[in-house]
């Protein structure tokens, strides 16, 4: 079973890798983490009392969604060509063509104009940009760059090889609902609280291994150091350690203080002793590693069906 798993895997990774996203066919049909979107949207207009009975009725929504994504997941692959949907899924899921576009958009946007960059910057970030410089974009998109590698890329593609189809839809709606309601806001935070610790929990694991695989092909013994170190430091139990290996992949300081809609969040910051100013070669070399990563994990992924044969 692990065997049939891990090369439809890699086939979706290799799919994904190729051709990326399919503009064209997204405006005709919606992405399903669109549609996943629209459902906890719906949800959460329909049950989020914001009272204290909020807490409970999350809990309630994000088992429901989970027994439907793992119960759709565990259908499509029962179904005739159910192997072929799982991997157009399980591509479409996965995005490390679609981060790796994203990011070299800021980078190449910085060759042009510092508006244009905080433009191409505010399309996967979401702390302020009007005001950041050269220095502060570079960080920011290497900070989403490793950050969303794990979440994007390795996450799904892990729950993926754990449960097939179903993991991977599961991981994404838990992952999209976190997005959009796990957040500690007055609205959100009992009612997200559920959607934002589940998706902790699905991220322990491939986070660290996204920071295990960025500090293993950098060729650098300090990017295990500063992930050892400083991953514990980021706000998020697992945001930090793609981020810190990266850091001390690069030598650069990540993180620190930002701000989010006018006001500033003081996050400590990353390999606190490299490089304070930050380039758009830095860019390029974190895609470069992240591209290293995403290799070092397809081949790993082969090596594992080859051992279980």
């Known amino acids: ?42 949800a959460d207009r329909r049950y989020n009392t914001e009272n204290a009975a909020a807490r409970s009725a999350g809990v309630t929504v994000m088992a429901l969604l989970s027994l439907g994504a793992l119960g759709l997941g565990a ?64 960080r920011a998109a290497i900070e989403s760059a490793a950050e969303n590698f794990s979440d994007g890329v390795i996450a799904p593609a892990f729950w993926f090889l754990i449960l097939g189809l179903p993991g991977v839809l599961l991981y994404k709606l838990v992952n999209t609902a976190d997005s959009m309601i796990g957040h500690r806001t007055p609205r959100h935070e009992e009612f997200g609280f559920a959607a934002a610790k589940f998706d902790d929990i699905l991220n322990y694991i491939p986070a660290r291994l996204s920071g295990a695989l960025i500090a293993a092909v950098c060729g650098k013994p300090a990017a295990w150091a500063v992930m050892r170190e400083d991953a514990s430091k980021h706000p998020s139990p697992n945001a930090g350690w793609p981020e810190a290996a990266m ?20 996050h400590p910051s990353l390999n606190a002793a490299g490089r304070a100013e930050a380039t758009r070669s830095d860019i390029s070399n974190a895609v470069t590693i992240l591209w290293k990563s995403w290799a070092a994990f397809v081949m790993a992924v082969v090596l594992l069906a080859v051992l279980a044969a």
């Open 75 to 138: 259908t499509i692959a029962l179904l005739p060509f159910g192997e072929v949907i799982s991997i157009l899924l399980a591509a479409i899921l996965i995005a490390q063509r679609s981060l790796i576009s994203h990011v070299l958009a800021v980078r190449d946007a910085l060759g042009l104009s510092l508006p244009e960059a905080r433009r191409a910057l505010s399309d996967i970030v979401g702390r302020d940009t009007a005001e950041l410089g050269e220095s502060e974009i570079s």
């Open 247 to 266: 850091a001390g992949a690069l030598d650069i300081t990540l993180a620190g203080p930002r701000s989010y809609h006018g006001h500033l969040s003081d």
């Open 1 to 42: 079973m692990i065997t049939e798993t891990a090369a439809l895997l890699v086939l979706a990774l290799g799919l994904d890798a190729l051709f990326g996203e399919p503009r064209m066919l997204w405006q005709r049909i919606p992405h399903p983490a669109v549609v996943m979107g629209r459902i906890i949207a719906w």
